[in-house]
């Protein structure tokens, strides 16, 4: 055999090898869900701005999609295309100007900005390839009014009478978010969020879950807003967008897991009402636990969740770790007049905000729902898991 036949086959065995190696250690790579994104960059006449569109990109395709698939245990990841230049809208900043309040938002102002971004770049965009829309401001939070919103499914309500589309008739799939430059990498999930859930039976699967009513109130924008945290506390960015401003976001609860279709049903123990059960359950942000979280249903709309967060990737930025019990009603769409579809225990009420919500061995380590009759106790810790008893009263 000469020397080209030798280096072919060599060639040709190296190439197979690789090819095996790599199904061999990315076993998610073909069956992974990937999200395609367009984010429009937009500008006002009035306005200007110094953000470069490198930043932007980051942003989302490395930042966001990093996020995204840690939180979906590789699952799903997101593909972003960014506009190549900023569009500059017809109108000045104040036209398009909302409420800070989700329930003082001016939608026929939300509807304008939304038409005005996607007309502009009705011409050099096929939004037929895209999953979801995102438009980025050359503005401040200050000059917009909000730093952050989705616009359908969200302030535009979440049925499908209306649809998006631009003046040649392209139809805008999935939903809309609208940032500020500024946003956080917790707001960009959080309405991002609301569009990669979608909608079912005419309600938007992941709703923000603070309270509305209470976010409407006077004050101080971020006081009055974590005022409003009472259902999730910092333990979810659909309820507190970020923890600390200058973290990143802490990781997503398993409600919101679940609503996503994040955790594999093999990792879910399911223990029926009046059932007694013993299991360990890892931490959620370590996808290779054999339990990720434990259900109990109570009804067929009510269940408690049980979740153990441990300072584990982006849960390192969660004001503390344990135990996670939380209620769960699925009769309740939406986080208004003190209701909501999901609420944690709180195990420490004396700690505000429910950052002392956590259950934990040498603390508060047991809960007893006395009317449904249902105890659930910490009885050991095992390295970054707990062993937990769950048993009727």
């Given amino acids: 055999m000469n020397n080209n036949k030798m280096n072919l086959v060599t060639l040709i065995i190296v190439i197979v090898t690789s090819l095996f190696i790599f199904v061999m250690t990315e076993p998610m790579a073909f069956g992974e869900i990937v999200e395609k994104g367009i984010v429009i960059l937009v500008e006002f006449p009035d306005v200007s701005h110094d953000v470069n569109r490198d930043f932007v990109q980051k942003r989302f395709s490395q930042h966001l999609n990093d996020y995204v698939k840690e939180m979906s245990y590789n699952k799903v990841s997101l593909k972003i295309d960014v506009t190549k230049k900023w569009h500059t809208l017809p109108d000045s900043v104040s036209k398009y100007r909302i409420s800070p309040r989700n329930l003082e938002v001016d939608k026929s ?8 971004a996607l007309n502009a770049v009705d011409k050099d965009v096929d939004f037929s390839e895209y999953s979801f829309t995102a438009i980025v401001m050359g503005a401040k939070v200050t000059e917009y009014g909000m730093i952050g919103l989705c616009g ?19 139809l805008v799939k999935g939903g809309v978010a609208i940032f500020s430059f500024q946003a956080h990498l917790g707001t960009f999930f959080h309405d991002i969020a609301h569009i990669l859930g979608g909608v079912k039976g005419g309600k938007r699967k992941i709703p923000c879950l603070y309270d509305h009513d209470l976010q409407a109130k006077p004050g101080p924008m971020r006081e009055t807003f974590v005022d409003s945290t009472i259902n999730m506390g910092f333990w979810d960015p659909m309820s507190c967008h970020y923890f600390k401003r200058e973290s990143p976001p802490p990781g997503i609860s398993s ?13 879910i123990k399911i223990i029926k009402k009046g059932e007694k059960a013993e299991f360990i359950l890892g931490p959620l942000e370590d996808g290779s ?4 979280l434990a259900k109990i249903p109570i009804s067929d709309n009510t269940y408690y969740l049980i979740e153990n967060r441990q300072p584990i990737g982006y849960d390192k930025n969660l004001p503390g770790s344990g135990v996670l019990i939380m209620y769960a009603d699925d009769s309740i769409a939406e986080c208004r007049h003190g209701k909501a579809p999901v609420k944690l225990i709180d195990a420490d009420s004396s700690v505000p905000h429910l950052e002392g919500a956590a259950f934990d061995i ?9 009317k449904n009759r249902i105890r659930i106790e910490l009885k050991e810790k095992i390295g970054n898991s707990y062993r937990i008893i769950v048993s009727p009263i």
Avoid at 157 to 169: A, C, I, P, R, Y
Avoid at 362 to 370: A, I, V
Wanted: aromatic share 10%; hydrophobic share 30%; no cysteine.
């Fill in 289 to 292: 636990a054999e339990v990720l």
């Fill in 152 to 170: 359908y499914p969200g302030m535009l309500g979440w049925g499908t009478e209306d649809v998006l589309k631009t003046k040649s008739g392209q």
């Fill in 109 to 116: 102002r939300v509807r304008k900005i939304i038409d005005d």
């Fill in 362 to 370: 040498g603390k508060k380590s047991s809960f007893r729902d006395e």
């Fill in 255 to 267: 409600w919101t897991k679940m609503r996503l279709n994040w955790i594999q049903q093999s990792k």
